[in-house]
T-cell receptor, first 113, second 113 residues
C-alpha cells in the first residue's frame, strides 16, 4: 500500500450523519478511484477522477459525492449515511499512461448503525 | 456495460495441489484481464495480467489463460502453499489508461497444510 493512505481506517456512525473518507497519494498519479467491497459483489466502482476537479460517476454512485482539489487528495462523501452504505471502501490510483494497473490502499471499514 | 462472473466463490485445496479459478466476461471490447490477490486486512494487489493478443501468460507458479472466442479466462496456481490463501479477484476492461475495470465477485482460496 506504499504511496496511498486512507483515513479513517475504521469508522462507526449513525444513519443520517455525513461521513467523509480521505485518500491521499504520494505517487503523483493522475487517476484516482473509489471502490466499495461487499461480499459476493467483488469491487464496485463508486466514482473516479481523471485530474484535479475532474470526476465522473461509476457503477454505484447514488448517495455518494467526491471532490479532488489537489492531485494528491480524493475525498468521498456520504451526505447522509444509510445502513446500505456499510461496507469496506478502497481507494485506488493508476498512472496516466500505459495499462490500467490499479494500486489499492488498505481500505476504510465503515459501519452505519 | 461489462459483466464479469467468477467461479467458484470458495475453493479449498491441499498444500501442493493446483487451484483453478475461472471468469467469464460479456463485453467483446474488453482486451485487458488482470488478477488481483487480497490478503486479510489489506487492499487487492495485482499478481498477473493478460492482454487479448496473448493466449497464455506464466509467472513462476501462477499462469493465466484467455479464450477470447468463449469470453473466459482462468487463473492457475500450481504447487499451492499456505501463503497462497487469500481472496482472488478477476477483472476485465479496455487496456487504456484510466478506463474502468469491472471486477468479478471474488474467490476465497484456502490452502490446507
Amino acid at each position: 500500500d506504499a504511496g496511498i493512505t486512507q483515513s479513517p481506517r475504521h469508522k462507526v456512525t449513525e444513519t443520517g450523519t455525513p461521513v467523509t473518507l480521505r485518500c491521499h497519494q504520494t505517487e503523483n498519479h493522475r487517476y484516482m478511484y473509489w471502490y466499495r467491497q461487499d461480499p459476493g459483489h467483488g469491487l464496485r466502482l463508486i466514482h473516479y477522477s481523471y485530474g484535479v476537479k475532474d470526476t465522473d460517476k461509476g457503477e454505484v454512485s447514488d448517495g455518494y459525492s467526491v471532490s479532488r482539489s489537489k492531485t494528491e487528495d480524493f475525498l468521498l462523501t456520504l451526505e447522509s449515511a444509510t445502513s446500505s452504505q456499510t461496507s469496506v471502501y478502497f481507494c485506488a490510483i493508476s498512472e496516466s499512461s500505459g495499462a490500467n494497473v490499479l494500486t489499492f490502499g488498505a481500505g476504510s471499514r465503515l459501519t452505519v448503525l | 456495460g461489462e459483466n464479469v462472473e467468477q467461479h467458484p466463490s470458495t475453493l479449498s485445496v491441499q498444500e501442493g495441489d493446483s487451484a483453478v479459478i475461472k471468469c467469464t466476461y460479456s463485453d467483446s471490447a474488453s482486451n485487458y484481464f488482470p488478477w488481483y490477490k487480497q490478503e486479510l486486512g489489506k487492499g487487492p494487489q495485482l499478481i498477473i495480467d493478460i492482454r487479448s493478443n496473448v493466449g497464455e501468460k506464466k509467472d513462476q507458479r501462477i499462469a493465466v489463460t484467455l479464450n477470447k472466442t468463449a469470453k473466459h479466462f482462468s487463473l492457475h496456481i500450481t504447487e499451492t502453499q499456505p501463503e497462497d490463501s487469500a481472496v482472488y479477484f478477476c477483472a476485465a476492461g479496455v487496456d487504456n489508461a484510466g478506463n474502468m475495470l469491472t471486477f468479478g465477485g471474488g474467490t476465497r482460496l484456502m490452502v490446507k497444510p
